[in-house]
T-cell receptor, first 118, second 110 residues
């Protein structure tokens, strides 16, 4: 159980275009989903937290108008990189968590989406 | 500030050897997880271990919350254990902010 999928797994786009990445929890309902970015040989950095039906909370330094997040249902969150530029090329990973009312809950991570902007 | 420190940064082992990876943190945690990131980038959830000891096959983990560290033990290492091991945690005051350590890059040679 606790499987999170991402689509697409890899995308190459031209500079200036927008790219949408989907994150789905396949066998559970995720109250909260998270988006991370990982540059080569670096650790994961949290970009934003999204709760179903409400606006995402962005980390300091992450442009909310550039990285649009929509958490439309308890099983789907999308990240849209708008007007992508080469410096946006990175590995984007989502995770999902079931909020059971306690404070100790596991996050389950998707397989990641590798974005290359030419 | 918030600190998640992993050591060593790099580790090279011969197949069959044992190893210990360490994660130090700077405040009370409510969630601590160990992950293995494979060469394709997938994060494999190894342990959810905010406290105590757990074992799963050749892997085990111990978190001593009062002393603010966690250890991941790998015994009889195999080449498939190669990859990056991350410690990630959330602190009590912000359950949404999962912080990752810099990782330990493990290479197991045949």
């Amino acid at each position: 159980g606790a499987v999170v999928s991402q689509h697409p797994s890899r995308v190459i786009c031209k500079s200036g275009t927008s790219v949408k990445i989907e994150c789905r929890s396949l066998d559970f309902q995720a109250t909260t989903m998270f988006w991370y970015r990982q540059f080569p040989k670096q650790s994961l950095m949290l970009m934003a937290t999204s709760n179903e039906g409400s606006k995402a909370t962005y980390e300091q330094g992450v442009e909310k108008d550039k990285f649009l997040i929509n958490h439309a249902s308890l099983t789907l969150s999308t990240l849209t990189v708008t007007s992508a530029h080469p410096e946006d090329s990175s590995f984007y990973i989502c995770s999902a968590r079931v909020d059971s009312g306690g404070h100790q809950e596991t996050q389950y991570f998707g397989p990641g989406t590798r974005l290359l902007v030419l | 500030g918030i600190q998640v420190e992993q050591s060593p940064p790099d580790l090279i082992l011969q197949e069959g050897a044992n190893s210990t990876l360490r994660c130090n943190f700077s405040d009370s945690v409510n969630n601590l997880q160990w992950f293995h990131q494979n060469p394709w980038g997938q994060l494999i959830n190894l342990f959810y271990i905010p406290s105590g000891t757990k074992q799963n096959g050749r892997l085990s983990a111990t978190t001593v919350a009062t002393e603010r560290y966690s250890l991941l033990y790998i015994s009889s290492s195999q080449t498939t254990d190669s990859g990056v091991y991350f410690c990630a945690l959330t602190y009590n005051y912000n359950n949404n902010d999962m912080r990752f350590g810099a990782g330990t890059r493990l290479t197991v040679k045949p």
